[in-house]
């Protein structure tokens, strides 16, 4: 059995994989703990596993990778999310990825091997971090499939600073929640869909946390002019490649 462990910046997440059965998930865990997260815990979850199942490796991966000193082996999540976007879909030649601290798009070949990237790390704005900043600032806790609107509120900036004040703006003019809402997921599709232009990729993996947001990715969807295939549980993409790895 090969455990596969992705520290990102806001989750952590396990994945077990029988390397002897095909490489069967048999089962996968979601911790809302990110790099804050400590060694001892991650150990505590293995020992749960453990009771179960025989681990013979483990693989860290993530944004806090360097955290598992006892892992057997650590594999860029770059990498590893490219490994685990074939290991869903095959006949693909992208991902896209929008993680807490960055958001990334990936040329991969058949194989999942990726052979071009593009990574968006030097503002929060496109990422997790940002629409979670949003949906402080507009008091959203509940599931954001109950927010759609045909009325896209702009928000112009790409800087999360501005972007609040955008939105504290709108707030005072009784815009509707949802429109700015749907402005948000707009800014979002806004800043990656030239990453993705870029490369140049049609068959694309919408991967992370963030792909659970069906307006959002629809949105992403017509500024990409394209269908994105999203797995069962597409926050464990990158812990799965990892497992591949070993």
Same mark, same amino acid.
């Given at each position: 059995?090969?455990?596969?462990?992705?520290? !990102?910046?806001?989750?952590?997440?396990?994945?077990?994989? +029988?390397?002897?059965?095909?490489?069967?998930?048999?089962?996968? =865990?979601? #911790?809302?703990?990110?790099?804050?997260?400590?060694?001892?815990?991650?150990?505590?979850?293995?020992?749960?596993?453990?009771?179960?199942?025989?681990?013979?490796?483990?693989?860290?991966?993530?944004? !806090? #990778?360097?955290?598992?000193?006892?892992? +057997?082996?650590?594999?860029?999540?770059?990498?590893?999310?490219?490994?685990?976007?074939?290991?869903?879909?095959?006949?693909?030649?992208? *991902?896209?990825?929008?993680?807490?601290?960055?958001? $990334? &798009?990936?040329? &991969?070949? +058949? $194989? !999942?091997?990726? *052979?071009?990237?593009?990574?968006?790390?030097?503002?929060?704005?496109?990422?997790?971090?940002?629409?979670?900043?949003?949906?402080?600032? =507009?008091?959203?806790?509940? +599931?954001?499939?109950?927010?759609?609107?045909?009325?896209?509120?702009?928000?112009?900036?790409?800087?999360?600073?501005?972007?609040?004040?955008?939105?504290?703006?709108?707030?005072?003019? $009784?815009?509707?929640?949802?429109?700015?809402?749907?402005?948000?997921?707009?800014?979002?599709?806004?800043?990656?869909?030239?990453?993705?232009?870029? =490369?140049?990729?049609?068959?694309?993996?919408?991967?992370? !946390?963030?792909?659970?947001?069906?307006?959002?990715?629809?949105?992403?969807?017509?500024?990409?002019?394209?269908?994105?295939?999203?797995?069962?549980?597409?926050?464990?993409?990158?812990?799965?490649?990892?497992?591949?790895?070993?």
């Amino acid at each position: 059995m090969i455990l596969g462990i992705d520290i !990102g910046s806001t989750t952590t997440k396990l994945v077990l994989m +029988d390397n002897s059965d095909n490489n069967k998930i048999i089962t996968h =865990l979601v #911790r809302n703990m990110g790099v804050i997260i400590e060694e001892n815990d991650i150990i505590n979850e293995i020992k749960e596993f453990e009771k179960k199942y025989s681990i013979d490796k483990i693989v860290a991966t993530g944004y !806090g #990778r360097h955290k598992l000193s006892f892992a +057997d082996k650590i594999v860029p999540e770059v990498l590893a999310l490219g490994a685990g976007a074939n290991y869903f879909f095959k006949d693909i030649d992208g *991902v896209i990825d929008i993680g807490g601290q960055d958001c $990334k &798009v990936l040329k &991969v070949n +058949d $194989k !999942g091997k990726v *052979v071009d990237f593009i990574l968006s790390d030097k503002c929060a704005a496109g990422t997790g971090k940002f629409m979670e900043k949003c949906l402080n600032i =507009l008091n959203i806790q509940d +599931d954001l499939n109950n927010y759609y609107s045909d009325n896209i509120v702009d928000i112009s900036s790409m800087c999360v600073v501005f972007a609040e004040s955008e939105i504290i703006s709108l707030l005072s003019k $009784k815009t509707p929640k949802e429109d700015i809402l749907m402005g948000v997921y707009n800014s979002i599709a806004n800043r990656i869909t030239p990453m993705a232009n870029k =490369l140049k990729i049609n068959n694309i993996v919408f991967s992370g !946390g963030v792909a659970k947001n069906n307006i959002l990715a629809g949105v992403l969807e017509n500024k990409l002019n394209k269908k994105l295939l999203i797995p069962e549980n597409p926050q464990i993409v990158c812990c799965t490649g990892a497992c591949l790895m070993i």
